[in-house]
């Protein structure tokens, strides 16, 4: 019998399994389900960025129609704080005190938005109209907004007590070896700017469902997340339960980008009133209260100095940078910033760094990780400074990373932070880049562009970033009675395509098709731990584990087959939903051997890969722009990519996962701006003001991969979800910035290089 391979494993294009379910209205999201006798909440929010209050009356609320509750914060003693854990080490060795988010405010708020009380009715409708019955009066205070003046001296305070706006300092590197850097540099290179703050705006805003079971003592939280068993951690801390007491569960999502990770007080508040009404008790927020509530992103104020010999190679770096952490310290916040400042150097040989990295309180929305989380910042950054530097040395961007990239030879590189890149071959995809780009023809198209009254600008971005940390995921493999397989793993798909991925693993280990194959995620009860998903560890770290336990269950099911049919174990070969004895018609099929187990555990498989570093997917973008100088409305003519992302397991999502990164990236660089007022009103609110990234300033998008394999990943794989979004800001700010400097001697644009920005900069140059 001749048996044929099919194509669905590694390196495969597989179209998404999970497709034919969303298209046809068939997702299930937290906002679809509607648990009998359910209760819907609304919570009340404060108007005012800064100040105390105090709540004088709550009983005409309980008291209109359909309310069931009100709670406040004198209601919620018995809960704790939601608290970060992500303060990082000072210079001092001390970790600075955190300011943690209470589920209700007591008795002052500190941005807009916090949490006053949460009114619990029949309908949400009820529900918030019973909020504007609560009497509360507020004495505001002066608020701090801006990033960068946070630490004056003029500055209100936003926690008093602390005597500074300052939250945290770290520093990294070596500052002594730094200054000698400076000291006997040729030439240094300065340049100073704002990462400026995104708002997140998944497609799917946050819902939750709080149920309390008594008969099993123990709550059900059923909400849209990145990984169930990291939400079980944080909000059984708060409630101050064990894991045993509650189960989380998360149906479909939609879209999560890193803030869809962490808790938020509405989770608590819907279990607590579940509890208390005997009933479940639902909240989904809605647009406005994403802007006001959800963590947001980036949000630095930065300086950076580069030191050069006068070949222009780099010598040292110093940056000094500020990072808003909004009115509390979030969940991940204070780590953000010290990641990314974990990959200052990017892929240039700096041997002297040094780093201050300064977070700073204001009324505003907490920040958090937003994709990419650092990382994205450390290569704008670092990015921008190199086109700087080039400008200033008249050498082409091209030309100075060239003498500056860590060769291939160098690898394994430790970098000043103590970060170890395993491999790299830098100069190889930017050279292959810039040929698909056509880089050599860009002066005929800047002819073609001035001849129409245009200007015209080329930019690249050669990035790397830390991701798919150490650690694990493990897997597990069942067969079914009906010959179908099950795959149960404790990351969380937001959209990636996780159900075709792992299930490509796992077929190509029992030779089945994927549609054969089905995953089970989002469920404490069904998987005794999980790491989720962030840090584009899925694949890398989820996805082997899931190969190993697809191994593991073949083992087994051979073995089972070998005594139904008689036959060495050596003998039998896996092919198409059935075991064959090789060279024989006699085989059993996936069902039958399923049938034939004497237990569930002998036709189970696990697996887990432990990574012990992370890995280090890199890169090149070139963007080219054509700007009319009248308007500033700006064009994307090009944009091209080659990337290295060490093994591609499935070339569709993995273009997939690269493209809407990219625009993400677009989105910062070119339309989202994040704008607070003096006294702490989110001016940009909606999308009335907040400007997300649209298709008509999204190009085509040329993509391919040089592959370089992962020494730290068993199967040679690199993250990939994070890294469009992080090379696609410098690399398109760059752009902008080449072409503003070839025509008007411009060199610097702040992001997002709107119409509007970029026309008003050329107007200041004209006018200086």
């Known amino acids: 019998m001749n048996v044929m391979t099919p194509k669905f494993g590694m390196g495969a294009s597989v179209l998404r399994k999970e497709d034919d379910a969303f298209i046809t209205g068939r997702g299930r999201y937290t906002d679809d389900i509607a648990p009998d006798g359910a209760l819907f909440g609304y919570v009340l929010r404060s108007p005012v960025a800064k100040g105390s209050f105090s709540i004088t009356s709550v009983e005409t609320a309980r008291e209109a129609e359909g309310v069931h509750l009100v709670l406040t914060g004198a209601d919620l003693a018995h809960l704790g704080d939601l608290v970060s854990p992500a303060m990082q080490k000072q210079p001092d060795g001390s970790r600075a005190p955190t300011r943690d988010i209470p589920i209700l405010c007591r008795d002052r708020v500190q941005h807009v938005g916090d949490a006053i009380a949460f009114i619990v009715a029949e309908t949400r409708e009820q529900a918030q109209d019973a909020a504007e019955l609560i009497e509360v009066d507020f004495d505001p205070g002066d608020a701090a907004a801006d990033t960068r003046t946070a630490l004056g001296a003029d500055s209100p305070l936003v926690w008093p007590e602390l005597g500074s706006n300052r939250a945290f300092q770290y520093q990294l590197g070596d500052k002594a070896l730094t200054e000698k850097a400076f000291a006997e540099a040729e030439r240094t290179t300065k340049i100073a700017f704002l990462n400026n703050r995104l708002v997140c705006n998944y497609m799917e805003p946050r819902s939750a469902i709080g149920e309390w079971v008594e008969a099993e003592n123990r709550f059900v939280l059923t909400a849209g997340s990145q990984g169930v068993h990291g939400i079980q951690g944080f909000v059984c801390r708060s409630m101050k339960i064990e894991p045993a007491q509650l189960r989380v569960v998360t149906p479909d999502v939609g879209g999560g980008f890193g803030p869809k990770s962490f808790v938020y007080r509405e989770y608590p508040l819907v279990l607590e009133a579940a509890k208390r009404l005997g009933r479940p008790v639902k909240w989904t927020g809605d647009r406005t209260e994403h802007f006001l509530e959800d963590a947001q992103g980036r949000d630095n104020w930065v300086e950076a100095e580069m030191a050069m010999d006068s070949e222009g190679r780099f010598l040292g770096l110093r940056i000094d940078l500020t990072a808003n952490i909004g009115a509390y310290c979030h969940q991940f916040g204070p780590f953000i910033p010290w990641m990314g400042a974990t990959m ?18 204001t009324n505003t929305v907490p920040v958090d990780a937003y994709r990419g989380a650092g990382r994205p910042e450390a290569a704008f950054l670092i990015e921008k400074l190199v086109d700087a530097c080039a400008r200033d040395m008249k050498l082409s961007p091209d030309e100075i990373r060239a003498r500056n990239f860590i060769r291939p030879e160098q690898f394994p590189y430790g970098t000043p932070t103590g970060r170890n890149y395993d491999v790299g071959e830098f100069e190889g995809h930017m050279r292959q880049a810039m040929e698909r780009a056509d880089w050599a023809g860009f002066d005929e198209r800047l002819k073609k562009s001035a001849a129409g009254g245009k200007i015209r600008g080329i930019g690249m971005a050669t990035y790397i970033e830390a991701c798919a940390f150490a650690g694990s995921e493990p897997a597990k493999v069942r067969l079914e009675e009906d010959g179908s397989v099950t795959i149960f793993i404790g990351t969380q798909s937001n959209g990636q395509g996780h159900a075709t991925a792992y299930a490509q693993f796992v077929a190509d280990k029992l030779n089945t098709d994927v549609s054969r194959i089905n995953l089970r995620q989002g469920d404490t009860d069904e998987l005794a731990k999980g790491g989720g998903t962030g840090g584009s560890r899925s694949i890398p770290l989820g996805g082997v584990s899931a190969a190993r336990a697809g191994e593991d269950l073949a083992a087994k099911m051979r073995k089972i087959a070998a005594d139904e049919l008689e036959a060495a174990e050596a003998d039998i070969e896996l092919a198409g939903g059935e075991a064959v004895v090789v060279g024989t018609d006699r085989k059993v099929t996936f069902s039958d051997i399923a049938r034939a187990a004497n237990s569930a555990e002998d036709v189970t498989g696990l697996g887990e890969f432990v990574q012990e570093e992370a890995t280090y997917p890199n890169g090149t973008h070139i963007c080219e722009v054509e700007i009319d100088p009248d308007t500033g409305m700006l064009e994307i003519a090009r944009y091209t990519i080659v ?43 909606s999308f009335m003001d907040y400007s997300m990234p649209r298709a008509d300033l999204t190009p085509f998008i040329d993509f391919e991969t040089r592959n370089v394999p992962s020494t730290t990943n068993a199967m040679g794989i690199k993250g990939a979800g994070e890294a469009g979004t992080i090379g696609a800001a410098p690399a398109a700010i760059n752009a902008v910035t080449d072409a503003l400097n070839r025509a008007f001697g411009i060199g610097h644009i702040e992001m997002p ?16």
């Open 753 to 768: 290089a709107t119409p509007m920005r970029i026309w008003q900069t050329i107007q200041d140059h004209r006018a200086a």
């Open 643 to 685: 990337d290295d992302f060490g093994a591609t397991v499935n070339p569709l999502l993995l273009a997939g996962q690269v493209h809407g990164g990219v625009v993400q990236g677009l989105g910062q660089a070119l339309t989202e701006e994040t704008v607070f007022s003096e006294d702490g009103q989110l001016v940009t609110a």
């Open 344 to 361: 200052s150097t990017g892929v240039y040989d700096i041997k002297a760094l040094d780093v201050l990295v300064t977070g700073v309180y």
